[in-house]
């Protein structure tokens, strides 16, 4: 039997785990403040005025002000030169003010007015007109354009080289905000796999993984969770009829929280049971893609051969080749932060060269459909000195938690 996988009930598994966020330091005021003076200085090397982000983690990086994007426009303009202002609903303004970190001009508009016409009225105010403006590129099409239609007088781009251009460096509070989350997660995996046992549902796992993430401290749970079993480990996110679990099934779990906004992200894959030849050769392949990966990311290198260095590993074992099952269908990483995905990305177009402070995750999933997938999923972030595991890799297909 794997190591650390069945024998412990639900309950016994929840009384081993404690709230794990004590001495956490919070993002602090001056480097909100330093974010925005980043941005400011993107703004003048791509020629921008100001960049309007909307409701979301991008509002929330530059001004740390937590709202959540609706149908109602709520959001900043950041103009390259002067304050903050924001713009939001009339009858919001006491509570948006209550959310507010970095203090600016509310300019609200009312139920029967226009929040598009509103933003034109501010840019002509703080003194903006036939400028280049960057939208927030999360920002829903009903927003951009509206303010295109109410401002025909600018040019209205893509804010992604500012947005981007700043979140993807993280700080080191920004860091070691991820690597409590992430030790979080590996401890809810490893309590996980103890209460594995033969009928088990995905769903029970998932509700179990849930309240474990509650148990560490994670005020929310579960960010998210995905439980397979067998050859459904074969499909990255999952099936419609998930299967019960049976001994000797391949189980791959992926799940994370979030800690002040910032993500986890951990795949854990073992058998329940007995591992047969074929179930450790994938095992050990699909680690030998995700090692390589690891090594490949050196200061100065593209994301693009970061992923080529996994895709070789498994392609030369006769998987693939490329984006072909049986083989590695999706991007080797993303980049993780606020967002679980966001910039920059470890896949073949992406020529962003790696820079001290990018955070990503390595998982050359290998799919092998009819049979099952294996998936190991750790993080890295990039130092001085290269890249550094936020978690280490699972020991192995007998061990996976170092429990031995």
């Given at each position: 039997?794997?190591?650390?996988?069945?024998?412990?009930?639900?309950?016994?598994?929840?009384?081993?785990?404690?709230?794990?966020?004590?001495?956490?330091?919070?993002?602090?005021?001056?480097?909100?403040?330093?974010?925005?003076?980043?941005?400011?200085?993107?703004?003048?090397?791509?020629?921008?005025?100001?960049?309007?982000?909307?409701?979301?983690?991008?509002?929330?990086?530059?001004?740390?002000?937590?709202?959540?994007?609706?149908?109602?426009?709520?959001?900043?303009?950041?103009?390259?030169?002067?304050?903050?202002?924001?713009?939001?609903?009339?009858?919001?303004?006491d509570?948006?003010?209550?959310?507010?970190?970095?203090?600016?001009?509310?300019?609200?508009?009312?139920?029967?007015?226009?929040?598009?016409?509103?933003?034109?009225?501010?840019?002509?105010?703080?003194?903006?007109?036939?400028?280049?403006?960057?939208?927030?590129?999360?920002?829903?099409?009903?927003?951009?354009?509206?303010?295109?239609?109410?401002?025909?007088?600018?040019r209205?781009?893509?804010?992604t080289?500012?947005?981007?251009?700043?979140?993807?460096?993280?700080?080191?509070?920004e860091?070691?905000?991820?690597?409590?989350?992430?030790?979080m997660?590996?401890?809810?995996?490893?309590?996980?796999?103890?209460?594995?046992?033969?009928?088990?549902?995905?769903?029970?796992?998932?509700?179990?993984?849930?309240?474990?993430?509650?148990?560490?401290?994670?005020?929310?749970?579960?960010?998210?969770?995905?439980?397979?079993?067998?050859?459904?480990?074969?499909?990255?996110?999952g099936?419609?009829?998930?299967?019960?679990?049976?001994?000797?099934?391949?189980?791959?779990?992926?799940?994370?929280?979030?800690?002040?906004?910032?993500?986890?992200?951990?795949?854990?894959t073992?058998?329940?049971?007995?591992?047969?030849?074929?179930?450790?050769?994938?095992?050990?392949?699909?680690?030998?893609?995700?090692?390589?990966?690891?090594?490949a990311?050196?200061?100065?290198?593209?994301?693009?051969?970061?992923?080529?260095?996994?895709?070789?590993?498994?392609?030369?074992?006769?998987?693939?080749?490329?984006?072909?099952?049986?083989?590695?269908?999706?991007?080797?990483?993303?980049?993780?932060?606020?967002?679980?995905?966001?910039?920059?990305?470890?896949?073949?177009?992406?020529?962003?060269?790696?820079?001290?402070?990018?955070?990503?995750?390595?998982?050359?999933?290998?799919c092998?459909?009819?049979?099952?997938?294996?998936?190991?999923?750790?993080?890295?972030?990039?130092?001085?000195?290269?890249?550094k595991?936020f978690?280490?890799?699972?020991?192995?297909?007998?061990?996976?938690?170092?429990?031995?």
């Open positions: 039997m794997t190591i650390g996988v069945g024998g412990v009930s639900p309950q016994q598994a929840l009384a081993t785990l404690t709230n794990m966020t004590h001495g956490v330091a919070a993002i602090s005021d001056d480097e909100f403040n330093q974010r925005i003076q980043h941005a400011q200085r993107l703004m003048a090397q791509h020629g921008l005025e100001a960049i309007y982000v909307n409701a979301g983690t991008n509002l929330y990086y530059f001004t740390g002000t937590r709202w959540f994007a609706s149908e109602r426009m709520v959001g900043a303009i950041i103009p390259a030169v002067g304050e903050v202002q924001y713009i939001a609903p009339a009858f919001e303004l509570t948006l003010q209550g959310y507010m970190t970095i203090k600016g001009q509310v300019n609200t508009w009312h139920e029967d007015e226009s929040p598009y016409q509103l933003f034109a009225n501010v840019l002509d105010n703080i003194g903006l007109s036939q400028a280049k403006i960057g939208i927030d590129e999360s920002t829903a099409f009903f927003i951009s354009d509206g303010i295109a239609q109410a401002a025909p007088q600018h209205f781009v893509s804010a080289t500012v947005t981007a251009g700043c979140r993807m460096i993280k700080s080191v509070t860091i070691a905000l991820m690597q409590r989350a992430k030790d997660t590996l401890e809810v995996h490893k309590a996980t796999a103890s209460i594995l046992r033969e009928g088990i549902t995905t769903a029970e796992v998932e509700d179990f993984i849930n309240q474990a993430h509650y148990a560490v401290g994670a005020v929310k749970g579960s960010y998210f969770c995905i439980v397979l079993f067998g050859e459904d480990t074969a499909y990255p996110h099936v419609k009829s998930p299967k019960v679990l049976e001994k000797n099934d391949t189980v791959l779990i992926d799940t994370g929280c979030q800690l002040q906004g910032y993500n986890s992200d951990i795949t854990r073992y058998v329940f049971g007995e591992p047969n030849a074929r179930q450790r050769q994938l095992w050990q392949l699909e680690q030998d893609a995700q090692i390589a990966a690891f090594d990311a050196t200061l100065g290198t593209l994301c693009s051969d970061v992923d080529a260095a996994a895709r070789t590993v498994l392609e030369a074992a006769g998987f693939g080749p490329d984006y072909k099952v049986p083989g590695l269908p999706h991007r080797t990483g993303h980049g993780i932060g606020l967002d679980i995905h966001e910039w920059p990305y470890l896949v073949r177009n992406d020529m962003t060269p790696l820079e001290v402070g990018m955070c990503f995750s390595n998982e050359p999933m290998l092998v459909p009819g049979e099952f997938g294996i998936r190991h999923e750790d993080h890295f972030y990039m130092t001085d000195q290269g890249p595991w978690t280490a890799p699972a020991k192995s297909i007998d061990d996976p938690f170092y429990l031995a």
